[in-house]
């Protein structure tokens, strides 16, 4: 079965101070992986999605970047952060073309920039 | 840009009602059509899905109605339970080729014991 596993869980960060949240996901090869990002009682923005190692594609500018080291491991930071920046971070995976609107989300990432 | 829209916003039921959640989307080219719902402090999970050479899905109490010609689309719950209290987003993805998913806002859905 595969999992996802997003980490950390919650971060409480300063304006201007750098963010690194992680995703592995384990007995799946090759996902599709994707960034989401919700703010407190609102809908899912897509962020980013990559479909292989080392290819990510942006879909809005949010002062965020976001890395696929390995095929397992989706990565999204920024170097700054800002106060619109808090929310909840969600990583999720699909399975190939055709189905990419059927997501599987990690726990997510609760983000909170003072 | 795409667009899903939902509603309503909130939606109140007593148990053992109908819940209608309501979904339109703007562009043709979108080809499938999750709903997630959403319980508090937890992430989306997916709960039904049609594609457009369907005008109905079915899966226990939950089913979904599609209008591909006027680009609109349902969700009922029957039986309505107070364990379906939670937030309903209804989705769509482009064809093949493509990976971005849109979401609508989101109903949030009571059921009243």
């Known amino acids: 079965a595969q999992t996802i596993h997003q980490w950390p869980v919650a971060e409480i960060k300063a304006v201007g101070s750098p963010l690194s949240l992680g995703c592995t996901i384990k007995?799946?090869?090759?996902?599709?992986l994707y960034w989401y990002w919700q703010a407190t009682g609102g809908t899912l923005q897509q962020l980013f999605y990559?479909?292989?190692?080392?290819?990510v594609e942006s879909v809005v500018q949010l002062n965020l970047s976001a890395s696929r080291p390995k095929d397992d491991q989706f990565i999204l930071s920024t170097e700054k952060l800002l106060l619109s920046h808090s929310g909840f971070y969600l990583c999720?995976?699909?399975?190939?073309?055709?189905?990419?609107?059927?997501?599987?989300f990690g726990e997510g990432s609760k983000l909170t920039v003072l | 840009q795409q667009q899903v829209r939902q509603s309503p916003q909130s939606l109140t039921v007593w148990e053992g009602e109908t819940a209608i959640l309501n979904c339109s989307y703007e562009?043709?080219?979108?080809?499938?059509f999750p709903w997630y719902w959403q319980f508090p402090r937890e992430s989306p999970a997916l709960l039904i899905a049609?594609?457009?050479?369907?005008n109905k899905k079915e899966d226990g109490r939950f089913t979904i109605f599609f209008n591909k010609r006027e680009k609109k689309l349902s969700l009922h719950i029957t039986d309505s339970q107070p364990g379906d209290s939670a937030t309903y987003f209804c989705?769509?993805?482009?064809?093949?080729?493509?990976?971005?998913?849109?979401f609508g806002s989101g109903t949030r859905l009571l059921v009243s014991p």
């Open positions: 999720a995976w699909s399975l190939d073309r055709g189905n990419t609107g059927q997501l599987y």
């Open positions: 989705a769509a993805s482009e064809g093949a080729g493509g990976y971005k998913v849109v």
């Open positions: 049609i594609r457009p050479v369907s």
């Open positions: 007995g799946k090869s090759s996902p599709n």
């Open positions: 562009d043709s080219t979108f080809d499938y």
């Open positions: 990559s479909i292989t190692v080392g290819q």
